[in-house]
């Protein structure tokens, strides 16, 4: 399978994209591209490189017609010029622990040691600011590439499907959430929170779900601007929340021990200083069916026992309090929203949520929520519909090849149905579930099918990482490198654009910002 591959790096990030050597090697050589840079693209990037150097170590490739590999050079896609994802534009400003995964995904782009001996080289390039759909297509990039994995997540929402749900002032959780982490596509969002929250210590919000994105919502809109100063939130979030939130009320329609929150989200809403964490008992017990025992007594309940706990605790706090703070979070439990209502004096704006309230049915694990025909209004400036992320198509697939009520692309063990050397990886292959680690697994089941399938790809001559640069040269495309990418990391941490001196980095809202780093 030996080819001459011409490998060239860029050394000019204008548009007109100039290169400066070129080296020819006789190496054969694996090209692999991965839409996306988020977790699941850095693990499947990661596990790919690390799992052939293994297998070839240990004489796994042996007999195969990919035995005489050399290298693998893997390419990953950004459509913005800064990497990582919802890493950086999903977890919580708050969670700086868990933004720390970036440290490890950085360690795939730092130059390899050349002394370091090993079977097969890897090469691993990032590509931002290069929209796969729009600046170039799947089509061009299964022409360049041996391979081509889609890891580029969950870009839309799922809907209620209730009436009002047009209503100003009705959004989702991810809109707001990419705002807040200061993605440039959301910044516009701004004037909408703005104009529904004009005055926050006289608003009140509900969030619709019970995952530990719609935790995250409340803590946010809780915390306001003295909790959030010193973390990495978007300056303009700061001057909308202000000071907090008055009323956020997380509500869901089955019980506590069905929620999908874990028990870290929970205990920080109840150690918000100036916020009353309120539950109420009567729902808790209201869920507390035959089959919520049997859950909570049944293999692995631990977790659920714990929050089971936790929420009593609270419940019975909530009922002894004399003196209320400045602000509330409320957690509902056993209520599900029919429709977004009006306010009185303006028929487009939000003004309540109607819930129906709700009962258990159900087998153990399996339970459902079904309707009482009891009905209560929550008053709500701002909506935000938490019930999970979905994912889209690129242009070019239908129903062959993806799923349109699930959002998920149709695949074998990450292998994309009747597409050639096409793969899949990530919330885009599963479905929105999981935490960033879920995505180590998921990487590895997808590694293995693309190692398999590695042993069928044609000899023929393919270009590869300098194909796609003389393709997004042809085309006028200013793509960031590595090397780019350090220079705006740099300047967003530094000194002169922070708020404070905890703060770790002010990040650039708008794509020419990032570019003139350049």
Request: aromatic share 6%; proline share 3%; net charge neutral.
């Amino acid at each position: 399978m030996s080819r001459i591959n011409l490998i060239r790096r860029q050394s000019n990030l204008t548009k007109k994209s100039y290169y400066h050597s070129t080296s020819i090697s006789l190496k054969p050589k694996i090209s692999v591209a991965i839409v996306g840079s988020g977790p699941s693209a850095c693990y499947t990037a990661k596990y790919l490189s690390s799992t052939l150097k293994q297998q070839s170590k240990k004489g796994l490739l042996t007999g195969t017609n990919i035995d005489d590999l050399e290298r693998v050079d893997i390419d990953i896609m950004e459509k913005l010029p800064i990497p990582f994802g919802l890493v950086r534009m999903g977890v919580a400003p708050d969670h700086p622990e868990v933004k720390n995964v970036e440290n490890d995904f950085a360690q795939l782009f730092a130059p390899s040691d050349s002394e370091k001996e090993e079977n097969i080289e890897s090469s691993i390039e990032f590509f931002g600011n290069v929209g796969v759909g729009t600046d170039v297509s799947v089509e061009e990039l299964r022409s360049l590439y041996d391979v081509v994995v889609l890891a580029y997540g969950c870009e839309s929402d799922r809907k209620l499907g209730i009436p009002g749900e047009d209503l100003e002032g009705v959004y989702s959780a991810r809109e707001f959430v990419s705002w807040y982490n200061g993605h440039p596509d959301y910044v516009h969002m701004g004037e909408k929170f703005q104009k529904v929250l004009h005055d926050p210590r006289n608003s009140s919000v509900v969030v619709v779900g019970q995952g530990n994105v719609a935790l995250d919502c409340a803590r946010i809109l809780a915390k306001g601007r003295d909790g959030l100063n010193d973390t990495d939130i978007a300056k303009h979030a700061l001057e909308v929340i202000g000071d907090g939130v008055k009323t956020t009320t997380v509500l869901g329609r089955r019980g506590h021990v069905q929620g999908a929150f874990t028990i870290k989200e929970l205990r920080e809403l109840t150690k918000l200083g100036d916020t009353d964490f309120i539950v109420e008992m009567s729902e808790l017990e209201a869920g507390n069916t035959e089959a919520t025992q049997a859950e909570l007594d049944g293999k692995g309940a631990r977790p659920k026992i714990r929050i089971d706990k936790l929420l009593r605790d609270a419940a019975e706090k909530s009922g002894s309090a004399s003196s209320k703070k400045e602000k509330q979070v409320k957690l509902r439990f056993l209520l599900n929203p029919t429709e977004f209502l009006a306010k009185n004096s303006d028929h487009t704006r939000l003004g309540q949520v109607r819930c129906e309230r709700t009962k258990l049915e159900g087998e153990p694990g399996h339970q459902r929520a079904v309707g009482t025909g009891g009905f209560e209004d929550i008053t709500a400036d701002m909506a935000l519909v938490s019930i999970g992320y979905k994912g889209v198509p690129l242009p070019g697939m239908d129903e062959s090849n993806f799923d349109f009520k699930r959002g998920v692309v149709k695949n074998t063990h990450g292998k994309v149905h009747g597409v050639e050397n096409t793969f899949v990886s990530g919330w885009l292959k599963r479905g929105p579930s999981g935490i960033i680690g879920t995505n180590i697994v998921d990487a590895k089941d997808t590694v293995s099918s693309i190692i398999k399938d590695l042993q069928n790809v044609p000899e023929d001559e393919i270009e590869g990482r300098y194909g796609l640069q003389t393709l997004l040269a042809k085309k006028k495309v200013q793509y960031v490198d590595w090397d780019g990418f350090l220079k705006i990391d740099k300047e967003e941490k530094s000194k002169t654009r922070l708020r404070t001196d905890s703060q770790p980095r002010e990040k650039f809202t708008n794509i020419d910002d990032m570019l003139k780093c350049l």
